[in-house]
């Protein structure tokens, strides 16, 4: 059945849509061996190239392990579906995506976390400190939103997108951590950062020492070649071999 269905897709989407879904699916099975994965809530999205404002999505329900290039829905910017697909999306989950895909053209992806280290910055009033090396490549690309209840309401798109401005990670106030990139992994690479820099400080903070800072000096010059930083993380240079261990460990993401 999976292989049938992957080859009705394939066979009917431009080669350059097939390569963002199969990079797409393995970005969520990358999310849930890392263990950012929220059951079935959290959401990555991906602009599908070409003219129409059309994005991929996971079908609502299904596990990060269990998604394929073929399950993926395609979607325009009012979470509309479009084309043939048995799958449906959450509408909710799709509202912060839409906002940042429809204010960055700059952005292919957009991934979303509620890790429980990400959450638990995100509620600290200070949120991510530059207390480490990792902290740094987050800190000079990160803007903050606060917390308007679950994001159901189009009327926030507006705020949220202003917050986020051209930064490329977004701390979401009691909720959870969010990346763009201009490719998915970028996005990914940039996520693995932005989650590794907040376990850091919630182990350097449960020791209960004295925490040390960067110097002022050096995260000012961090900050002000943040375009640098995020465009120079090397996200395509990981990529090859996080696809290399996926399909060691299961490639039917590419069905």
């Not at 002000?224 to 261990?245: D, F, H, I, N, S």
Request: net charge negative.
């Amino acid at each position: 059945m999976a292989h049938s269905a992957r080859w009705s897709v394939r066979d009917n989407v431009a080669r350059d849509e097939w390569e963002v879904r199969v990079d797409l699916a393995a970005c969520y099975r990358a999310v849930a061996m890392h263990g950012w994965d929220d059951l079935v809530f959290t959401h990555v999205s991906a602009r599908v190239p070409g003219p129409e404002e059309h994005f991929l999505i996971n079908p609502y329900g299904w596990l990060f392990e269990e998604i394929t290039a073929s399950s993926l829905v395609k979607v325009d910017l009012e979470g509309q579906k479009v084309g043939d697909t048995p799958h449906d999306i959450n509408p909710a989950g799709f509202v912060i995506h839409s906002a940042v895909h429809a204010a960055r053209s700059d952005v292919a992806c957009v991934l979303h976390t509620h890790t429980r280290a990400g959450v638990a910055v995100s509620a600290q009033k200070d949120g991510l400190q530059p207390i480490s090396q990792t902290s740094l490549f987050a800190y000079a690309t990160l803007a903050y939103h606060d917390y308007e209840g679950v994001a159901l309401n189009d009327a926030e798109k507006p705020r949220l997108v202003a917050d986020l401005g051209d930064r490329n990670c977004l701390m979401l106030r009691n909720h959870g951590l969010l990346t763009t990139g201009p490719t998915i992994a970028d996005a990914f690479l940039l996520m693995y950062v932005f989650e590794t820099a907040c376990q850091i400080q919630l182990m350097a903070q449960s020791t209960g020492q004295p925490l040390v800072s960067v110097p002022a000096p050096i995260v000012a010059g961090i900050r002000a070649q943040a375009e640098q930083v995020t465009r120079g993380l090397g996200g395509l240079l990981v990529w090859p071999g996080l696809l290399r261990k996926l399909d060691r460990l299961d490639p039917s993401f590419r069905d």
